[in-house]
C-alpha cells in the first residue's frame, strides 16, 4: 500500500488540476507492477511500478527507444521518477492478443499474425551491434540451467543419475551450438500473446520489452508461433513462418536461403525457449506463489516432446524426459 500511496502522490504532483482513480492494470513474471490511472477528463495512462531495489527501468526505457524509432507501437514515455522506481506511459489499453487469438477464427489470427510479423520485421531491421547486450552463450546456457534445477528437481522432484546428468549436458550443448550459429537481430526475448495489444490502428502494441538482446533471428518467431500459452496447426504456423521468411529475404535480413534449414533453426530455439520456459514456470510456481503457471505447463511440454521427437540427435533427450515425467504421470500429476 505505501507504494501506490507514493504513486497517487507522484500522479497528484504532475497532475494537480486532475482527479485521478487508480486501479490494478496487469503484473508480470517479475516484481513489476502496472496501475491504470484514470483521469477525471476520460484519459487514461499506465503507471509502472518497478522498486529499484529489485527493477531497473532504465533498460526499459533504452528499447523503448530503440523500438519505437524502427517504427513499432510501443508504450510513450509520458513522465518518470526513477529514483522511485515509476514511469507513467501511454495507455495501449487491455485488449491482448491471447484475448483475441481465444476468441477468433483461424482467418482473424492469421491477420493478426502478420500484423505481429510486420512489426517484428521492423525491429529486426533497425538491428545495429553493440545497440543492446549480446544473447551470448553464457546467457543461453542459463536459461538451459533453469530445467534441471526447477522442472526435474523441484518441480518433478527428481535427481539425475550421472548418467542423465551427461545425456542432458550433451544435449544441451548440440541445441546451444545450433542457436549459437544463427544469424543476429534484435530480439524481444517475449514477444507472444500476453505481450502483444490488439489497436484500432498500426497493430500491435508492444509491451514487457525491457530483456531484449541481440540473438538468434528465429527465437522472436519461436515466441510468437510456439506461445507457451496458445497452440494452433502446425500447418498454420507453417504457412506463417514461410511468409515471415520471404519477407524478411525481401528486406535482407539475415535468415538462410534455404527454408529448411530456417525451419531448423527455428525447431532448435524452440527447444531452448521451452526448456527454459519449463524451468520458469517451475520456479513462479513453486518459488514465487505463481502458482497460475502450472496450468501453461503441458503445453509447453507437448510441443518440446514434438520437437525433439523429430530430430535423431535430440531423441535421448526426448527419452529422457519422458522418463523423468513417466513416475508423476502415474500417479495422475498434472505437470
Known amino acids: 500500500m505505501e507504494r501506490q500511496r507514493q504513486i497517487e502522490s507522484w500522479l497528484a504532483q504532475l497532475h494537480p488540476q486532475r482527479a485521478v482513480a487508480l486501479a490494478p492494470a496487469s503484473a508480470d513474471a517479475s516484481f513489476r507492477r502496472y496501475f491504470r490511472a484514470t483521469f477525471d477528463n476520460g484519459a487514461s495512462a499506465i503507471v509502472m511500478d518497478a522498486p529499484p531495489t529489485r527493477e531497473d527501468c532504465r533498460p526499459w526505457l533504452a528499447v523503448q527507444r530503440l523500438f519505437r524509432a524502427a517504427g513499432a507501437r510501443v508504450p510513450e514515455v509520458l513522465a518518470e521518477d526513477l529514483g522511485r522506481g515509476f514511469l507513467l506511459i501511454s495507455d495501449l489499453g487491455d485488449s491482448t492478443y491471447l484475448t483475441c487469438l481465444r476468441a477468433t477464427t483461424p482467418t482473424e489470427a492469421a491477420r493478426l499474425y502478420a500484423d505481429a510479423t510486420a512489426a517484428l520485421l521492423r525491429i529486426q531491421a533497425a538491428s545495429r551491434p553493440g545497440a543492446l547486450p549480446d544473447y551470448d552463450r553464457a546467457l543461453l546456457k542459463r536459461e538451459l540451467e533453469l530445467f534441471p534445477e526447477w522442472y526435474i528437481g523441484r518441480h518433478l522432484a527428481a535427481t539425475l543419475s550421472a548418467a542423465q546428468a551427461l545425456v542432458l549436458d550433451q544435449a544441451f550443448e548440440k541445441i546451444l551450438a545450433v542457436n549459437l550459429g544463427e544469424a543476429r537481430v534484435f530480439v524481444h526475448r517475449d514477444y507472444h500473446s500476453r505481450n502483444l495489444m490488439r489497436l484500432a490502428d498500426d497493430n500491435p502494441g508492444i509491451i514487457d520489452f525491457q530483456d531484449a538482446v541481440c540473438g538468434p533471428i528465429s527465437y522472436d ?95 535421448p533427450l526426448a527419452k529422457l524426459i519422458e522418463d523423468l515425467e513417466q513416475p508423476v504421470r502415474q500417479i495422475g500429476y498434472s505437470f
Open 221 to 315: 518467431l519461436v515466441s510468437l508461433f510456439k506461445d507457451a500459452y496458445i497452440a494452433w496447426d502446425e500447418e498454420l504456423t507453417l504457412d506463417w513462418l514461410i511468409r515471415y521468411w520471404e519477407a524478411a529475404k525481401r528486406i535482407s535480413l539475415p535468415v538462410p536461403a534455404d527454408f529448411a534449414d530456417f525451419h531448423r533453426n527455428y525447431e532448435w530455439m524452440g527447444v531452448q525457449r521451452h526448456l527454459k520456459v519449463l524451468g520458469i514456470f517451475a520456479r513462479l510456481a513453486h518459488r514465487d506463489g505463481k502458482s497460475a503457471y502450472l496450468a501453461d505447463m503441458p503445453l509447453v511440454a507437448r510441443s518440446l516432446h514434438q520437437t525433439c521427437s523429430r530430430y535423431r540427435e535430440l531423441g
